[in-house]
């Protein structure tokens, strides 16, 4: 599947211009994640953790999926599930309230929905916002290393 996805995408952009839209992918979706983390604090932006968030976009969609396939529940690149986005919110993030203003700042996302514990409200935010989705990937990794 792979390969011919490869063969497709070189045939509709030729090797090199295949190469630097992924290059300009890379960069684009590097300093998304980036800039992300840095606002959740220092140490939710180390490289490695960085780097770890853009893996997991890459791994989990492809960067090309903000829905789950198949009608499944999780959304985003990062295919964060409505429900674990609402069990950080309940359980690690109300208890760290500086936290969780970091992360609604990072992720664009008014307070009042972070401190709201509704999945469809959070499937919505995930479907519609990058950085939200960023956000609770690097939650994810924090808690469960």
């Given at each position: 599947?792979?390969?011919?996805?490869?063969?497709?995408?070189?045939?509709?952009?030729?090797?090199?211009?295949?190469?630097?839209?992924i290059g300009d992918w890379?960069?684009?979706?590097?300093?998304?994640?980036?800039?992300?983390?840095?606002?959740?604090?220092?140490?939710?932006?180390?490289?490695?953790?960085?780097?770890?968030?853009?893996?997991?976009?890459?791994?989990?969609?492809?960067?090309?999926?903000?829905?789950?396939?198949?009608?499944?529940?999780?959304?985003?690149?990062?295919?964060?599930?409505?429900?674990?986005?609402?069990?950080?919110?309940?359980?690690?993030?109300?208890?760290?309230?500086?936290?969780?203003?970091?992360c609604a700042k990072a992720?664009?996302?008014?307070?009042?929905?972070?401190?709201?514990?509704?999945?469809?409200?959070?499937?919505?935010?995930?479907?519609?916002?990058?950085?939200?989705?960023?956000?609770?990937?690097?939650?994810?990794?924090?808690?469960?290393?």
């Amino acid at each position: 599947m792979l390969k011919r996805l490869v063969r497709n995408l070189v045939k509709k952009h030729g090797m090199k211009g295949l190469l630097i839209k992924i290059g300009d992918w890379a960069v684009s979706s590097s300093k998304n994640s980036e800039r992300v983390c840095e606002e959740m604090g220092s140490k939710y932006a180390k490289k490695e953790a960085v780097d770890l968030v853009l893996a997991t976009g890459i791994i989990e969609s492809r960067y090309e999926y903000i829905k789950q396939l198949n009608s499944g529940p999780a959304a985003s690149f990062h295919q964060v599930e409505p429900a674990t986005a609402v069990d950080y919110c309940q359980h690690f993030l109300s208890h760290r309230k500086s936290l969780m203003q970091k992360c609604a700042k990072a992720g664009m996302v008014d307070i009042k929905h972070w401190q709201n514990f509704d999945e469809k409200i959070w499937e919505e935010i995930l479907e519609k916002n990058i950085a939200a989705g960023i956000v609770h990937c690097r939650l994810k990794y924090w808690r469960v290393p």
